[in-house]
């Protein structure tokens, strides 16, 4: 069972870019899609990006494609999610989580099984 660990986070200005990073323990992530959600208080939590691993592709949707990008690193078992041009709107907790079908990238948080404890980040204006 794999176990995920995100970290990065903080308090940032508008307009200023982060890096998150999603580190897995107990398992490899070339059976998994791994996916970047974020909620805010009082929302729903939403799907940000995805990758899949074994093939190494990027998966986003359309509203956060441009301003967040992922990028995996192999070797050290970890997902990086680069945000740029951030907003407070941007502010949120956000989760790293794991499917086990790495055929299908669902954007549905339900759908994933297991998830890191996450980290804030806080945008002020």
């Known amino acids: 069972q794999v176990q995920l660990v995100e970290s990065g986070g903080g308090v940032v200005q508008a307009g200023d870019s982060l890096r998150l990073s999603c580190t897995a323990s107990?398992?490899?992530?070339?059976?998994?899609?791994i996916a970047w959600f974020r909620q805010a208080p009082g929302k729903e939590r939403e799907f940000v990006a995805a990758?899949?691993?074994?093939?190494?592709?990027?998966w986003y949707t359309d509203t956060m494609k441009g301003r967040f990008t992922v990028s995996g690193d192999n070797a050290r078992s970890t997902l990086y999610l680069h945000s740029n041009s951030l907003t407070p709107g941007d502010t949120a907790v956000y989760y790293c989580?794991?499917?086990?079908?790495?055929?299908?990238?669902?954007?549905?948080?339900?759908?994933?099984?297991?998830w890191g404890q996450g980290t804030q980040v806080t945008v002020s204006s």
């Open positions: 989580a794991a499917s086990d079908d790495p055929y299908r990238v669902p954007t549905s948080s339900h759908e994933y099984n297991y």
């Open positions: 107990g398992g490899s992530f070339s059976r998994y899609v």
């Open positions: 990758m899949r691993w074994n093939s190494g592709s990027p």
